[in-house]
């Protein structure tokens, strides 16, 4: 049984892996299962049989994706010098996640106004983390007497990841959108950087 098991558990991780080639540089929308399956050699009801559409085929990608990066979060819960790192080390690990994988966001693109409850699952598990290491890492400011004493750290963070996801470029075709064009995603991350310095400077 379980040799059955480990079987269906590497056609499972095959079939992501295949999934996120496409969805990476196709995009959601220009990508079928049918190619998926072909990548694969796999006919299309073995396909269906482990993800029964498209989209919740990309939720599982998304989902084996966000698990790399809250591992990559979680690694570095206590493992920051200064204040600064930590926040630097946030947004630039953010950056890169967008950058690395631009093309298989498309899906947030093309679905903005209706994107299901479980990416928004999976954006909350994100945030959580984030937030979780920034707050760890204004706490041990705090005991090393580098920074005054925050009441709420949580909230604090809170309001400044707000503050960090609202940052946009002054470009008109921008404001039609939430997710940026990959040509603004760097002036994005520097305004973001210059944000979190005002921010820890205020805290001193």
């Known amino acids: 049984m379980s040799s059955a098991i480990d079987q269906q558990d590497i056609k499972r991780e095959k079939i992501l892996e295949a999934a996120y080639q496409r969805f990476l540089h ?10 998926i399956a072909g990548d694969l050699s796999f006919s299309k009801a073995l396909l269906y049989y482990y993800f029964p559409d498209k989209s919740q085929l990309y939720i599982a990608v998304m989902r084996k ?19 600064k790192s930590a926040f630097v080390y946030q947004i630039n ?7 690395d994988n631009y093309n298989f966001f498309d899906y947030f693109r093309v679905n903005e106004q209706n994107l299901p409850e479980t990416i928004w699952d999976i954006i909350g598990e994100i945030h959580n983390a984030e937030t979780d ?7 041990a400011e705090v005991e090393k007497g580098r920074i005054k004493p925050v009441e709420n750290p949580e909230a604090v963070i809170d309001l400044l990841l707000d503050a960090l996801h609202g940052v946009r470029v002054r470009s008109a075709s921008y404001k039609k959108n939430t997710f940026p064009k990959k040509e603004h995603l760097e002036e994005i991350r520097s305004k973001r950087l210059l944000l979190a310095e005002i921010f820890i400077k205020g805290l001193n």
């Open 65 to 83: 994706l966000a698990t790399d990066y809250l591992d990559k979060l979680a690694s570095q819960i206590h493992g920051f010098d200064d204040l």
């Open 93 to 99: 690990i953010q950056h890169n996640f967008i950058v």
């Open 26 to 35: 196709y995009g959601y929308a220009k990508t079928t299962m049918n190619e």
């Open 133 to 139: 290491l920034l707050t760890s890492a204004i706490r």
